[in-house]
T-cell receptor, first 113, second 114 residues
């Protein structure tokens, strides 16, 4: 069956360090993968999209990699700040062309000052 | 440019009552998606609509749940005869017609069934 796995344990890091979050998937052949940020009591906010033919994408302090052989995406936040503390969700399109994403459960990131 | 709006933000219903959740997409967006999020679970897709059309309702329970997106006015997610298990956060997202993968979420409606 199709599965998206994100680490359920919170990631605690010190301010200024690089945070790395992992998204693994099985039994998908996604055309794209997305990362969202969700704060408590709020809706997810779209951060980055990476397509299957792209290895890496950057946006300011964010970097996403996409390895379709390993079936894994890594999400990096460099020079992390306490304001980056949130839950980060990865999402894959679940069926070709219809753009209906399937979300992982998310990983909580806590950046300590 | 206002974002996606949802109301009410909080809704309390007794078992057996009806719940109506409203979503106004961003200006220029013609695609609307509804998701449900249970505590400690991921967002689950429910239904995808375009104006006056249901495109995909594969995630919607077969009974008691319905959705519409009329030509004028907001999209409505309707839950009839609510049960305790319907308690969740319901999120709406909208996307522009040419970039359906770019979804913008509303703040959600938290439904509590007592």
């Amino acid at each position: 069956s199709q599965k998206i796995e994100q680490n359920s344990e919170a990631l605690n890091i010190q301010e200024g360090k690089t945070a790395t979050l992992t998204c693994n998937y099985t039994n998908y052949s996604p055309a794209y993968l997305q990362w969202y940020r969700q704060d408590p009591g709020r809706g997810p906010v779209f951060l980055l999209l990476i397509r299957e033919n792209e290895k890496e994408k950057r946006k300011e302090r964010l970097k996403v990699t996409f390895d379709t052989t390993l079936k894994q995406s890594l999400f990096h936040i460099t020079a992390s700040q306490p304001a980056d503390s949130a839950t980060y969700l990865c999402a894959l399109d679940s069926s070709g062309g219809s753009y209906i994403p399937t979300f992982g459960r998310g990983t909580s990131l806590i950046v300590h000052p | 440019n206002a974002g996606v709006m949802q109301n009410p933000r909080h809704l309390v219903r007794r078992r057996g009552q009806e719940a109506r959740l409203r979503c106004s997409p961003m200006k220029g967006h013609s695609h609307v998606y509804w998701y449900r999020q249970l505590p400690e679970e991921g967002l689950k897709f429910m239904v995808y609509l375009q104006k006056e059309n249901i495109i995909d309702e594969s995630g919607m329970p077969k009974e008691r749940f319905s959705a519409e997106f009329p030509k004028e006015g907001p999209s409505i997610l309707r839950i009839q005869q609510v049960v305790r298990g319907d308690s969740a956060a319901y999120f709406c997202a909208s996307s522009p017609p040419d970039r359906s993968y770019e979804q913008y979420f509303g703040p959600g409606t938290r439904l509590t069934v007592t």
